[in-house]
């Protein structure tokens, strides 16, 4: 397995530093469900994590914080009126921009191909501060299904969270991409943890091997470097599985189409964690 990590170097981060903002324990828990690499099923996760954590009681919103790329609608099948960039430009109110989605939980959408947002302009940092402010205590937990990469509107939604949740998958590429994200968000944010799930995992203990080797890696390149601690935390494994592609071909949530696949189960497990972590008093 460590010949899987072995081509990991150093790398150069950008420059832009933002951190991470304090948790205000009446409003909602943070979590930014980010990538290295693009189509590792960030979205996916998203929308059925949100679903799963619904079923537990927990009052959840996604926001598409993918702003230039947004295809949260896609995958829940909605066709929104309004979308987060009409909120951004005053066409209208946040109360009109938010919907059910299948999974009853609330979504806050963004269009797709939206090329002024893809840049982090000092009103897309406004506009988002505001947004987040203004819904965060409506909710238990919001979840920000951000765009994949370490642009830096990524790294600003990211750093609107108060908790990380990286999705890779076994594959060297997405290891490679899910070292330079942590890296960054390590050195830029001053994250002290991270969490990692594997997506698309072959076999099971997969992911938390993935997880010591790229542990090893931040430890001799990250914190040996910068002098920054940085915990890794496994939060699970979600088996590569073809009714995963069905449901998306079919724009259902996988928990709902194949409640009993191996996918939905480790989506289940990965929600029992997270209540767990964001509601520690309700933990059994
Ligand atoms: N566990 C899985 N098993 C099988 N296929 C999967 C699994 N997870 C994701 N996929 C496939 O990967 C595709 C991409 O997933 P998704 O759109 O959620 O990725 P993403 O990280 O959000 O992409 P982007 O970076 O473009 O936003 C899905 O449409 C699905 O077909």
């Known amino acids: 397995m460590s010949d899987v990590l072995s081509p990991l170097s150093p790398t150069k981060v ?9 948790r205000n324990a009446s409003s909602a828990h943070i979590i930014a469900v980010t990538s290295g690499k693009g189509g590792v099923g960030k979205t996916f996760v998203s929308a059925n994590l949100a679903a799963a954590l619904t079923r537990h009681g927990l009052r959840v919103l996604v926001l598409d914080a993918d702003l230039g790329l947004a295809n949260l609608d896609v995958v829940l099948n909605l066709y929104p009126k309004v979308t987060l960039h009409d909120v951004f430009t005053g066409k209208a109110s946040l109360q009109e921009a938010v919907v059910t989605a299948p999974g009853g939980f609330h979504v806050l959408l963004a269009g797709s191909g939206m090329v002024e947002y893809s840049r982090l302009t000092p009103e897309v940092r406004n506009q988002l501060i505001h947004v987040i402010d203004t819904l965060a205590p409506n909710y238990d937990i919001m979840l920000l299904d951000t765009g994949a990469g370490i642009s830096d509107v990524v790294l600003f939604s990211v750093s609107l969270a ?8 076994p594959e060297p590429t997405s290891l490679t991409d899910a070292y330079a994200a942590i890296k960054v968000l390590t050195t830029q944010q001053k994250r002290h943890n991270m969490r990692l799930v594997i997506n698309q995992a072959a076999r099971p203990g997969d992911g938390r091997a993935i997880t010591g ?11 040996s470097e910068s002098g920054l601690p940085m915990r890794l935390i496994h939060m699970g494994d979600i088996p590569a599985d073809k ?19 191996a996918a939905s189960l480790a989506i ?7 209540k767990t972590m ?7």
Do not use: K
């Open 14 to 22: 950008a420059t832009t530093s933002y951190g991470p903002r304090p």
């Open 278 to 284: 964001v509601t520690p008093t309700q933990a059994v």
């Open 162 to 169: 108060h908790e990380v949740l990286i999705v890779a998958t």
């Open 213 to 223: 080797q790229l542990q090893q890696v931040l430890n001799r390149f990250v914190h």
């Open 243 to 261: 009714a995963v592609r069905e449901a998306v071909m079919r724009r259902q949530l996988l928990i709902q189409a194949s409640p009993g696949c």
């Open 268 to 274: 289940a497990q990965l929600a029992n964690r997270i």
